[in-house]
Structure formats: C-alpha cells, structure tokens
C-alpha cells in the first residue's frame, strides 16, 4: 500500500517508538496524526511533522473516535499503528507476601490491551468506508506487544497479559477485517531505547543490551518504525505477530 498521500493514526506518537514512527511516516509522504495525553509534547511534534495533534486517552471511546474523525479529516485514514502503552513492574505477592494491589493489574490490561482494542474498533470503522487501492487494500492497522507476551519475566504478569492479549486477538480481527481490505498485524520488540529505559544509569542499559545475542545492543525504535513501513508497504503481510528483539529469549528475571 502506498504511504505517500495516506493519513496515518499513531498512538503514544509523542515518544519512543511512537513518535519514531510518526517520524518516519511522514517523510514518506504520510498526513500523520498524533494520538497522546495533553501532557506530552504531541502539538509540537505534530506542528514540526505538518500534521495533526489529538490529545486522548486511548482507553476512552469518545475522545478516540474524535481524533480518528480528525485524522480522516486531514486524509484518508489508512495506516493505524498502536504504541501508546505502559509497564509498571508488579509482582503476584509483595515482599510481604501480600496480594497486588489488584487496580494496578486492571489499569495495565485497560490502558495496553482495551485501549488498543479501542482503537482497532473505531479506526476500521471509518477505514472500512474509504475507497480501496488498486490492490483492493483500504488500510493496514499495526498493534505493539511485547516479547514479554512470550517469555515474560517475573513481575509482569500484567504487561505480559496485556501484551499477550495483543497477540492473541490479532489474528481474529484480521480475519474479520479481511472482508474490508484491511491488514492487522503485531510487532513484538524485545528490549527497545525506549523513555522507559532511558532513566537508567548506561551501565544498566549496556548490560542489557549485552544480553541480546546478535546485535548485542538495544533495539533502535527507528529499526521498529522501520517494520511498520514494510508492514504497510508489502501486501500479504496479515494477521501475524512479528518479534523484533536480535533473538533474544528473557530469563525469568
């Protein structure tokens, strides 16, 4: 599908791997529109990218269907890619062997898994109803879970579940959505230069990245913008969960 002259949605487009992908859209030639809280810099970036800023919480169908009407406002809304998310560590029990705080639990799974959900539904509506392509595609919709979904460490049960459900309802949806011209697929990165990770000393970085096998370096969240460009760009990629993470399998902790 050709990104130039596109609308393209990006969620949590304001840093990491988000705005990366903003970025990288809209050099090729994509109207992008940036989904973000109030606080983060999303008008800016919009502003220095010549799109659109939509502050909303991505968990909220309302203010998400208004930024999907403004992105098809801008252009024809046919790329959607789901970064927005968060990954607050929580084990089972604390060191007192008492039980989570089970509210944490539900806000990962609400903000990860329902949020992206969220936006899947009220993006394939409007992408639904516009024209298709010469090769009958009318959209593509790429989704962010995590390698964590696979081999989760101990104290993320709930990011993992979250992610894993990404996973999960990835290949149903592009099913469905196959009657309408629209792809759905799931990038899984491993450990990312992410704002997450940055707040930690370089030591602690560089012994993480020390632990992928090849490269033996952090992933780049251009590298993950990137794989949403071929995503978009080559056709009979559908309804598959992609790992983005030089091979690495994470130890229990």
Do not use: W
């Not at 993006?123 to 639904?128: C, K, N, Y």
């Not at 632990?211 to 251009?222: T, W």
Request: hydrophobic letters at 45%; glycine letters at 12%.
């Amino acid at each position: 599908m050709q990104i130039a002259g596109s609308g393209a949605l990006v969620t949590g487009g304001a840093s990491g791997l988000g705005l990366a992908t903003a970025r990288r859209l809209a050099a090729a030639g994509a109207t992008v529109t940036i989904i973000d809280l109030p606080t983060s810099k999303g008008a800016e970036i919009a502003a220095e990218l010549g799109g659109v800023f939509a502050a909303a919480d991505v968990t909220n169908p309302d203010e998400v269907a208004a930024a999907v009407a403004a992105a098809q406002a801008a252009a024809p809304l046919r790329i959607v890619v789901n970064c927005a998310g968060i990954a607050p560590p929580a084990k089972v029990l604390d060191r007192e062997g008492n039980p989570a705080d089970l509210a944490g639990f539900e806000r990962i799974i609400r903000i990860n898994l329902v949020g992206t959900f969220n936006v899947i539904s009220q993006a394939s509506a409007v992408i639904a109803k516009n024209d298709p392509g010469a090769d009958g595609d009318r959209g593509v919709i790429v989704s962010t879970a995590s390698v964590a979904a696979f081999d989760g460490q101990i104290g993320q049960p709930a990011y993992s579940a979250s992610k894993g459900g990404v996973h999960a309802m990835t290949l149903p949806i592009a099913r469905e959505l196959a009657r309408y011209g629209i792809r759905v697929c799931t990038i899984a990165p491993g450990i990312m230069e992410t704002p997450m990770l940055a707040g930690l000393p370089q030591a602690a970085q560089d012994s993480l990245g020390e632990q992928v096998p090849y490269p033996a370096r952090l992933g780049r969240p251009d590298e993950y913008a990137s794989l949403v460009q071929q995503i978009v760009e080559n056709g009979y990629l559908n309804g598959e969960t992609i790992r983005l993470d030089g091979s690495i399998r994470m130890a229990p902790k």
